[in-house]
């Protein structure tokens, strides 16, 4: 009797190791960080010294994370964070995740101010300017290729040439504004000042010298009663004609989409793929159109629309992504993608 309780023990005991060790192989599975597949993005808007420099990681399963920026400072622990180089120079950002997968990353950047001093434009406008005579400017740029100049009398462009003439019709102070290559980062402002035209005084009228053509009784009208003039019938009966489109009617404003990199296009279909954005959330990048062609592993072409329902609920990996952008409007136009779809613990194209 004792030998048999003694035998359902020790099959119980290993039974529970058994069932522990299945356990602990799913949680390991199912937590387990693929090292070749650490995905991390850095958006800099301008790649400069003094700049807030943005870092962020998608890594499936990452439960840690230990940021190394290369300069020094105190590594940061957070999935997404911020980091300010005080320097320019080549850093080697460094991500550790779960404290055993390392990936490295190379950021160049440089000097903030050097990049003003070459970038910002110069505004030479004259010493004395007046109203209603034409005052001339010109812009001193290296790199300029476009020019947009804004004279603080009306809202909107008023030049687009790099050495304008400008005629004031008001007096008084003005904020000269100059954005060269369509980059705000790099505008030069120039304050001046208008001065009201001046009205010489002239001799007075001599009326005496003044001859009349002829008499003053030729003006005067012929007495009797009123008579009504004929043309005031007429001109009721004159159509009026339709009013014609202004050259402001006319023109167009051209609507701009907001600026996407390929990496945060890339952030946004994942999230596609997991669910929580739509294809809707891409409409201000494409101007409103979801059906914009798809180039899809270099075989299949197929509208956006059509894209984001076929990777909707499923475990992608982007390989490469490229944005085909209208140069003057900045919307997408197109775009060629490469992805895997993860099957069966299988990575495949879809």
């Given at each position: 009797m004792n030998k048999k309780n003694i035998d359902i023990r020790v099959v119980f005991f290993f039974a529970i190791l058994l069932l522990i060790g299945i356990i602990a192989s799913i949680v390991q599975f199912f937590n387990h960080v693929d090292c070749e597949d650490v995905k991390f993005y850095i958006f800099s808007d301008h790649?400069?010294?003094?700049?807030?420099?943005?870092?962020?990681?998608?890594?499936?399963?990452?439960?840690?994370w230990k940021w190394d920026f290369g300069d020094g400072s105190v590594p940061d622990v957070r999935r997404h964070t911020f980091h300010v180089y005080k320097k320019p120079g080549k850093f080697m950002v460094t991500l550790t995740i779960n404290g055993d997968c390392t990936h490295t990353q190379e950021l160049i950047l440089n000097d903030k101010y050097a990049a003003d001093k070459l970038g910002t434009p110069k505004i030479i406008a004259p010493k004395v300017i007046t109203v209603g005579q034409p005052a001339y400017f010109k812009s001193i740029s290296n790199k300029a290729k476009t020019w947009e100049w804004a004279f603080g009398e009306n809202r909107g462009i008023d030049e687009t040439s790099?050495?304008?003439?400008?005629?004031?019709?008001?007096?008084?102070?003005?904020?000269?504004?100059?954005?060269?290559?369509?980059?705000?980062s790099t505008v030069a402002k120039k304050i001046i000042y208008v001065h009201p035209k001046v009205i010489k005084k002239t001799n007075p009228l001599d009326v005496?010298?003044?001859?009349?053509?002829?008499?003053?009784?030729?003006?005067?009208?012929?007495?009797?009663?009123?008579?009504?003039?004929?043309?005031?019938?007429?001109?009721?009966?004159?159509?009026?004609?339709?009013?014609?489109?202004t050259v402001k009617d006319s023109i167009n404003i051209a609507k701009k989409a907001p600026k996407i990199s390929e990496d945060q296009f890339e952030i946004l279909l994942n999230k596609v793929a997991e669910g929580s954005k739509i294809k809707d959330d891409f409409s201000e990048y494409l101007c409103d159109d979801l059906d914009i062609p798809v180039v899809k592993n270099d075989t299949d072409l197929l509208t956006f629309s059509q894209l984001c329902a076929a990777i909707k609920g499923k475990k992608i990996k982007i390989e490469s992504i490229r944005l085909n952008k209208d140069k003057q409007n900045n919307y997408v136009k197109g775009l060629n993608i490469s992805y895997k779809v993860k099957k069966y613990l299988i990575w495949s194209k879809d």
């Open positions: 790649s400069q010294s003094d700049e807030s420099i943005e870092f962020y990681d998608r890594t499936q399963n990452a439960k840690s790099a050495n304008p003439v400008y005629t004031f019709s008001t007096p008084g102070e003005k904020t000269i504004t100059l954005v060269i290559n369509g980059d705000f005496t010298s003044y001859e009349y053509e002829k008499k003053a009784e030729a003006f005067s009208l012929p007495r009797g009663s009123v008579k009504k003039d004929p043309l005031e019938d007429m001109l009721q009966y004159v159509p009026v004609a339709p009013k014609t489109k």
